[in-house]
């Protein structure tokens, strides 16, 4: 009976062993240190509210994707701020700030005031066009959400390849000012699909960034850059929205896909990054978000849930340093800056396994003054090595996104091979 017991025992144990069990007690952001968000509306087929939340939260979300006042509290057990839809907006009130005082006291009163402060976000527009009728309305929301909510209004901003009549101004830069100055928001989010299979359909009222099949580095880091910069004029974060779902003319997301526009999005700096989309929408070809269509966990689930820990291990360390330039090496984007440009880095050796090293390298200080690279592999196939001095401190130390919170080890040996796609942490004292 003793040798019985003992087998089952490792028994047990073998198969908890390889069993996908997610660490609960794992170190993990706040949305105000950074936010980590899945876009758009509830499109699964899942009706269980509490396993839908739960799988969020597993894959390392801190914030919902936009849900109804009902549900706030499925958010809340589940230890997720919630993000609210605009659904209770009354258009037919045609005074701008008493819809927006109808709007916060409807959202208030669905939630209910013991799970009001589990609200991170009140969605209030998406892309919108700069014109004055428009501001109106969005500015007197976002002052009703913070005055009556206490939280923060959402807007997000067209990317840089909308055209001039979608923008409803010519310069990108002005337009980024335009709803940040405005609406006094605290991010500047957009987002920026960059991956595609080749030319995308003629589909009128569509807006599609234009190019070549593969990943158009000109138009992914030159909007990181206008964004950046706007972000730092206007002395707020900045929010990335990421490709993460197979759709139109995009590939199906991949390990290299989901990760390279991460690590970027971190090197230059951001306070949240979201993906589009988390559910897949029962439509056209649109395939395999986290969530696939047919409401179950595809690959990319895990491809995400990858990043959005890495996001959380480095991140006691990461919220508090601030960016102070970005650069690339091998490939420099349109309206990006190269390695002359460095600030901390006093030394940079590449070494690719196969052809030309193709890197970006984000500059960091912290509080003290000490420095600190992100470098990001951009190459989709191949490893790189890579070897790093900085203009001060003696030893150079890695902050471990694979290991649980914010572990420092010397830097060296096999961990200087960064992975396609993916990125890391350095620092020298």
């Known amino acids: 009976m003793t040798k019985l017991l003992f087998t089952l025992l490792v028994l047990i144990l073998t198969i908890g062993l390889f069993a996908e069990n997610y660490d609960t007690t794992r170190q993990r952001l706040d949305p105000n240190e950074f936010s980590i968000m899945p876009w758009g509306g509830n499109w699964s087929t899942e ?23 009902k549900d706030v509290k499925y958010a809340k057990k589940h230890n997720l701020k919630a993000v609210i839809d605009g659904g209770l907006v009354d258009w037919n009130i045609a005074d701008n700030k008493a819809r927006a005082e ?15 402060n589990n609200i991170y976000f009140v969605y209030v527009r998406d892309e919108p066009t700069a014109d004055e009728e428009t501001k109106a309305w969005l500015v007197a929301c976002s002052e009703a959400i913070k005055n009556n909510i206490k939280c923060k209004p959402y807007i997000n901003l067209f990317p840089n390849y909308a055209n001039e009549k979608q923008l409803g101004m010519k310069s990108y830069d002005d337009y980024l000012d335009y709803y940040t100055q405005a609406c006094k928001i605290d991010y500047i989010s957009y987002d920026h699909y960059a991956f595609s299979l080749g030319a995308a359909p003629n589909v009128p009222g569509m807006t599609y960034n234009e190019g070549g099949a593969g990943f158009n580095e000109n138009s992914f880091y030159g909007n990181l850059e206008s964004v950046k910069a706007a972000a730092d004029r206007n002395r707020v974060g900045f929010i990335n929205i990421i490709q993460s779902v197979g759709a139109l003319h995009w590939p199906d997301p991949d390990d290299y896909i989901i990760h390279v526009q991460g690590w970027s999005t971190l090197a230059y700096g951001a306070k949240g990054i979201s993906y589009f989309t988390y559910n897949t929408p029962n439509m056209g070809n649109w395939r395999n978000a986290p969530y696939d269509e047919y409401g179950m966990k595809s690959p990319t689930y895990r491809y995400v849930a990858h990043m959005n820990f890495a996001i959380h291990n480095i991140g006691a360390i990461y919220k508090n340093l601030k960016n102070i330039n970005v650069y690339h090496v091998g490939n420099v984007p349109k309206g990006c800056k190269d390695q002359s440009s460095a600030i901390n880095v006093k030394k940079l050796d590449l070494h690719a396994i196969k052809g030309t090293p193709n890197v970006v390298v984000g500059e960091f200080v912290d509080k003290e003054g000490n420095p600190y690279a992100m470098i990001v592999n951009k190459d989709p196939k191949y490893s790189i090595a890579i070897s790093i001095e900085f203009n001060k401190g003696d030893k150079i130390y890695k902050v471990e996104d694979r290991s649980i919170g914010a572990q420092v080890k010397g830097f060296g040996g096999e961990d200087t091979y960064i992975m396609p796609g993916h990125g890391v942490l350095l620092f020298a004292k």
Do not use: S
């Not at 009706?47 to 006042?69: R, V």
């Open 47 to 69: 009706t269980n509210m509490d396993t839908y939340f739960q799988n969020m939260y597993d894959c390392g979300f801190n914030l919902t994707n936009f849900i109804n006042a």
């Open 102 to 116: 109808d709007y916060t006291q409807k959202i208030i009163k669905a939630v209910g005031k013991n799970n009001l």
